[in-house]
DNA sequence: ACCTGAACACCGTTCAAGT
DNA sequence: ACCTGAACACCGTTCAAGT
């Protein structure tokens, strides 16, 4: 693998232009900039400075590179309130945190949600801090588990709602009169971080509920 | 093809291969029996007898196309509770039922999480009914969309769970031995249900117990 | 009005060839 | 080991031509 092969015939091998930091690093500049529909295997060449076909001495494929992505973007979601604050203000924040992550990256969202965690090392780092806080909390190991999906459910789901543009319910008011009126009702205000907290302030008293009913 | 090619003046003219109703069931079954990465224009066109390009003098995209397949999934949420039951009950069906249509077409949740409604007859009912009940249930007009939206965000990111492998959580226990001792704990439940039946009690307990807040 | 067939620009990926 | 350039199979979509 890491093939030191012997003299290389007394030249040092020339350094490799390219490298999962690398390519991940672009990848994200490339996203930020022109938005994941830019996110092509050719486009990232160019920016890069290399043939297409290069990407593939380091990546396996697309979707591998968007495993790689995954990684980097759970590197930046903050979960360090877990272990210093209650189990429930760790929570909140983590959401947050969390859900911020991914509005700028919804598209990633059908890929994270059913691939598997083993291999992208921030992830798992993330889930033991975030299973230790709950435990440390007071949850029962059976239900750790179950805590975090509910809320990583509606953190996603929350991440892909703040994609949507704000007009998304709008609808002549003749054909679906109350729906108008409950969409009208609440104009001006950031829509998606309306629900969003109303949402979440409803899941953190639940399971505060939830948690004080296992004890007694 | 089938072309009776007659008068063709005097004669009325031959109907379509082609409507709507036709494509959007064409790739329902396609769907069904083959997956979403088999939903391609030429793939659907070949199930329905016809060349791909014919499909353009129906539907405008592909894009389009899955508009017309959220409408469909959406025709079969069941929401009939609301008017018939308590709010929160109704709340409780139609979330489930919601759940369970795009656990089958986690693939689409992305696209109908950013598309505006308006085209969509069978949404717009849908939202209409879901509104009605929750304002019929006692909750002020500004935020009964916060509380659909709330919702509808924990049931989307609830139906791509659903479609995760079941071991998507496992990993070597050494580098993270809480996470493994908690996922070690949930083994030979059916994993995204239980996630979903937490979160789905404690979202409606918290919602249950924010009105009354607000009758006070 | 609605269909066919050819064509287009693009996609991810492979592979022989070079160093 | 790592890169280039050519090639492949496929994608969504357009359009002139037929009826």
Redesign the pocket.
């Known amino acids: 693998m890491?093939?030191s092969?012997r003299p290389r015939r007394r030249g040092r091998?020339?350094?490799?232009?390219?490298?999962q930091e690398k390519i991940t690093r672009a990848a994200v500049e490339l996203i930020e900039i022109r938005g994941y529909?830019?996110?092509?295997?050719?486009?990232?060449?160019r920016q890069l400075?290399?043939?297409?076909?290069?990407?593939?001495?380091?990546?396996?494929?697309?979707?591998?590179?968007l495993l790689w992505l995954q990684d980097h973007v759970n590197q930046e979601i903050d979960c360090s309130d877990f272990g210093a604050r209650p189990w429930d203000a760790a929570l909140e924040s983590w959401a947050r945190s969390y859900r911020e992550a991914y509005a700028r990256h919804a598209l990633l969202v059908p890929v994270i949600a059913v691939t598997p965690i083993a291999g992208s090392p921030h992830t798992v780092a993330m889930y033991e801090k975030v299973a230790a806080g709950l435990r440390a909390g007071g949850w029962p190991d059976d239900q750790v588990m179950d805590v975090v999906v509910a809320v990583e459910s509606f953190v996603l789901g929350s991440a892909l709602d703040a994609a949507a543009p704000d007009d998304i319910f709008d609808v002549p008011g003749d054909q679906a009169p109350v729906l108008a009126a409950v969409v009208g009702a609440r104009v001006g205000r950031d829509t998606a971080r309306a629900a969003f907290d109303l949402g979440l302030a409803t899941v953190l008293a639940g399971l505060r509920d939830r948690l004080k009913a296992l004890g007694t």
């Open positions: 890491t093939s092969e091998p020339t350094a490799p232009l390219l490298s529909t830019a996110l092509t295997m050719a486009a990232l060449a400075g290399v043939a297409p076909s290069a990407l593939y001495n380091h990546v396996s494929s697309k979707r591998q590179l």
